[in-house]
């Protein structure tokens, strides 16, 4: 039987939401909250077992965990293991991750294998589902590791943060991830060893604006069926890789002027590699980092960022100043594509027309930090 | 330095680990000896008091008697009374 059903794993500031929609993406039926209270950075369904769910978790007072599900939210179990650096020696700096910011299920023929990017910036991989973590040590203890994170000035308001960890499908030893600050990162042997990739993406709060590493790449995507084709929205333009090329694309420059190229996520279709959407935000001055002129909008393109097409039917007309996070916007499998958003201010909005109208069918959630749509 | 037991009396927030209970006792010397008693009893609970450079965590506060106590190699008595309780924190 094809997919016909979607689970949508939000992530807030105040707990966890499993919500399930089906083929006509009608009808949302909210489970939860789980850990009311509990901040939530991020959950994800594991596609290789269909039933296992990972989330991130902290409290306001208590150190990060990861909790794992095997009955779709019913109960959780914790880590035996949560990520955490090593004790340092004496003199070394010392780091304590101070929340688990990113979740990534690794290559179809590792299950089990998961990793994890903290805030600061730590890899962190799983080989037992989630029960016990080890640091990555090829990024971790990399000798240039200070130099490509930069100092706490760096990062996001939140902290810097490890983020966008991507595993190519056709060959588990190819990974790559995204620094908040510091850019991207790619590794050709399972992360035994990194080097930044950043030729061509900007970094203009820095005197050189286009230095090796230390860019803010907010979000990257990586095409399934074409691994080689990698899509980023940066603090500073949206850009395409196709590699082996080397030199990313700033396919941003394509966006209407009066709306410019910057935002937190993308998101790919899965069966298109030329179909990708952004979220705009205002990058202005101070950098608001709402949707500019308070009308917000998807913006899609259908021929990989040469031209950029508006979706903004259903959504408000003015005076709605919304902020959409890195991990808040995701695409379903179904077809036509299902396409899910969270706004800070605890709205989910969905589109089951591949973003061409909108509706608000979860209005009033708390702080959303993350959306997976996960397809069954 | 002999091993004693102290009276653990949890904030609610940690309640989950303790299977509701407010009150525990356990053995140690020090603070963090207790807090690895703790957590071979209650899997989980010492990474969330306490991170991985041994520093109590930013937003939890611990008293022993009544006093503030930050340091694992704080000495305990046989009957001290531990206070872990959640700081400030919110929003």
């Not at chain 1, 959504?315 to 706004?343: C, I, K, N």
């Not at chain 2, 037991?5 to 299977?19: D, F, G, K, M, P």
Request: net charge negative.
């Amino acid at each position: 039987m094809p997919p016909d059903r979607v689970l949508l794993l939000v992530a807030t500031r105040k707990g966890a939401f499993i919500i399930r929609t089906d083929s006509a993406r009608e009808h949302f039926a909210i489970d939860g909250p789980h850990f009311l209270g509990h901040t939530i950075h991020h959950m994800r369904l594991d596609p290789r077992d269909g039933n296992t769910i990972l989330m991130a978790a902290r409290t306001g007072h208590l150190g990060p965990t990861v909790f794992r599900s095997h009955d779709f939210g019913k109960t959780w179990k914790e880590a035996q293991r949560p990520p955490q650096f090593p004790k340092a020696a004496q003199g070394a700096r010392q780091r304590t991750v101070d929340h688990v910011f990113w979740l990534t299920p690794g290559h179809a023929s590792e299950p089990g294998v998961w990793y994890a990017g903290t805030s600061p910036q730590g890899l962190f991989r799983s080989e037992d589902g989630g029960q016990t973590w080890e640091g990555v040590r090829g990024f971790n203890d990399h000798p240039l590791y200070e130099k490509w994170v930069g100092g706490d000035q760096d990062g996001t308001p939140d902290g810097p943060k490890t983020h966008s960890i991507l595993v190519d499908p056709r060959n588990p030893r190819r990974m790559y991830f995204g620094l908040s600050g510091g850019g991207v990162f790619v590794s050709d042997d399972q992360g035994a060893d990194w080097r930044p990739m950043n030729r061509g993406s900007r970094a203009d709060f820095f005197p050189d604006p286009l230095p090796e590493y230390g860019q803010d790449p907010h979000c990257m995507a990586l095409h399934p069926l074409k691994p080689d084709r990698l899509y980023q929205q940066n603090h500073c333009g949206i850009y395409r890789l196709d590699r082996p090329d080397e030199t990313w694309v700033r396919i941003g420059e394509n966006m209407p002027a009066d709306v410019g190229d910057i935002g937190f996520p993308v998101v790919l279709h899965p069966r298109d590699p030329d179909t990708v959407w952004v979220f705009p935000m205002d990058g202005s001055d101070v950098w608001p980092r709402v949707s500019p002129g308070g009308k917000p909008a998807v913006y899609m393109s259908r021929d990989a960022g040469r031209r950029w097409q508006r979706q903004d039917r259903g959504l408000p007309r003015e005076q709605a100043w919304f902020t959409v996070m890195r991990q808040a916007f995701s695409a379903d499998a179904l077809d036509p594509v299902g396409l899910y958003f969270g706004t800070t201010a605890g709205a989910l909005w969905a589109s089951a027309d591949e973003g061409a109208s909108w509706r608000c069918p979860v209005p009033h959630l708390p702080e959303i930090f993350a959306v997976a749509a996960e397809t069954l | 330095m002999s091993t004693g037991t102290v009276e653990v009396r949890l904030a609610a927030l940690l309640h989950s680990y303790t299977r509701g209970a407010r009150v525990v006792h356990a053995p140690g010397a020090t603070l963090g000896e207790v807090f690895d008693a703790l957590d071979e009893r209650y899997p989980g609970i010492r990474f969330r008091i306490v991170d991985e450079q041994d520093r109590m965590r930013r937003h939890v506060r611990v008293f022993v008697n009544g006093a503030d106590a930050r340091d694992l190699a704080t000495p305990l008595a046989d009957g001290d009374k531990l206070y872990i309780v959640g700081a400030l924190s919110g929003g």
